[in-house]
């Protein structure tokens, strides 16, 4: 059995909750918005406190790497790392993006968010009655570079669509996709954050990777190139 604290705070739409083998038992979501910091921890140590949770009720902590905005990813990692200390169990990270789930199944949708003049982070994939199979793995792409990587996606899955959709739209008014906009899916990522455990991802890491990709793959190129 695991049970586990699950925290993700690297886009507009933070959440947090408690899982019980892969059962959400508990899920808040914060105000939408990029001032979670204000509200995370008060409502975390509000929930411990009420709950009277104590490291030997739990498995490991979860967090949810990014990529997304830096600022938010990082809140919510010092306050998972903080836990993790104190409480000495495990610190398992997931991609952000495996939170972001279409809501029909066998068609391929791709997890996105705006990177704003990166051009957009984003992860493919199919959800079928097995799971989702993902297709690559978390990537930034400029908006000249969305167009062909997306092409062959029906389904675009984000956190918060107005602005990326403009500028795609913009971008290529012959393609058509349909947006869905949504919290992450905490059952979504509790799968991930359990698979992660059970591989023992966790070990041997003295700290977790945060996936906040900077470079787009044209300037991965080129720094290569002129390396």
Known sequence: MSRFLLIET?????VFGLSQDEKILFCEELPFGMTQSRFLMPRLAEFIQQNSLRSEDLTFIGIGTG????????VGMAVAQ???YSWKIPLVGV???DGF???KKNVPFAAIIDARIGGA??????LTDQGIDYLCEPSIYSLAEL????????????????????KLEKQYPDLMWTWEEKAPS???LAHRMNLAYRNEAWRNKGHLELLYLKETEAEREKNKSSS
């Open 10 to 14: 690297s886009t507009e739409r933070g």
């Open 67 to 74: 990529p997304g905005s830096y600022t938010g990813i990082r």
């Open 82 to 84: 903080a836990l993790s």
């Open 95 to 97: 991609s952000s993006l």
């Open 101 to 103: 789930v279409p809501s």
């Open 121 to 126: 982070y984003v992860r493919k994939g199919i």
């Open 147 to 166: 167009g062909t990587f997306l092409k062959d996606v029906k389904i675009l899955v984000t956190p918060f669509f107005p602005s990326l959709k403009l």
């Open 186 to 188: 905490l059952d979504a």
